[in-house]
């Protein structure tokens, strides 16, 4: 039998999906899970994006530009502006996905064996996106006690080698919820401007910034304009996350060229989904008040009751809808596992991701898991309970 490629060895299973099967085993044993562990929230799509898909009047359902619809990329130029970024429509590639923006990156503007700085914990598939970009992820480590601040500039600057193309940061931040600065964001400008790199931005969660905190995209850094790429997405701003509608936005001629013969390659992204995100820019900001409104209000309700169980440390999240949590457990990847293996608090659990998964460092988060607040609060209030009763009885469990 022929051998798979070392490629194919090297992807790391998704620390999110890792434990479908265990979940899957324990609502067959009629054990109700609370997923935790992933970001689908349960907001329902917005109705415009929804009608436009099920009123659409053609006859061939045709191969679109492989940049994307005209109409929809002239569309989210009003979008951007709207949110204080100036962009043309032939400045961006619509893709399969911020994923698939993201590949198209690192694929466009790094070579086999080239290095991008990243503050770890970082969103854990881009771990599985450098392998088959054949690029080196180099973690610079951020702590739970600073809430996940970004790291020093020195540190950075510890961390580039004649190798280094690239930083990638996620603003605001999946998994950990931090949400940079523009004092942060400028920081790392002068860097990438002083060392020659591209910056790379995963602005997904720019709708979601609490307590009067203001998202900055990177598109805004003066001087930087031709080391910006933006990766952006319709999945969290309009809960259309199985849409798989994203973009790749930089004024640099040279990446938005050559991704656009990748995007040539893959011949289009989805007709359907790329109809409703359209639509969906025309979503009324009722509905944007109302969705960050809830947000807020779980993201509130759940901090403060977490906090309250005994080991527990749970920082405030300042923008997305994810924190990273500490608990007093031995090994976050055995404890998930145990509370679907062998955990019910009156037949129900939680799903959560283990927080080794977002680290590149061996043997850090061990301690930590990511928890998602997508979960109305009644459900959330539930979850926090089997979390409270689990820990009790966890055989792991580091306090007595």
Known sequence: MPHISVKGEKIPP???RK?????????????????????????????????AVKNIDVKT???SHSAGIESYRRKLVEYYSSVGIDVDYDQMIITNGGSEALLMAMNVC???GDEVLVSEPFYANYNGFTVPSDIVIRPITSTIDSNFALPSIEDFERHITPRTKAILICNPNNPTGYLYSKQELEQLRDIILRYDLFLFSDEVYKEFCYDGEQYHSVLNLEGAEDNVVMIDSVS???SMCGARIGAIISRNKEVISS???????RLCPPYFSQIAAEAAISTPKSYFESVYNEYLKRRNFFVENLNKIEGVYCPTPKGAFYTMVKLPIDDCDRFARWLLDEFEYEKQT?????ATGFYATKCLGLDEVRLAYVLNIEDLGKAIKCIEEALKVYPGRTIK
Do not use: C, W
């Not at 067959?28 to 935790?36: A, D, P, T």
């Not at 939680?350 to 283990?354: E, N």
């Open 61 to 63: 359902v045709e191969y």
């Open 236 to 238: 969290k701003r309009y």
């Open 350 to 354: 939680v799903m959560v991701a283990p």
């Open 14 to 16: 998704s620390p999110i």
């Open 19 to 51: 434990l479908v099967p265990f979940a899957e085993d324990a609502k067959k044993r009629g054990i109700k899970v609370y997923h935790l562990n992933i970001g689908q929230p349960d907001i329902p799509t917005p109705d415009i994006a929804l009608e």
């Open 110 to 112: 790094m070579d086999a």
């Open 259 to 265: 991704a656009l013969k990748v995007a040539q390659a």
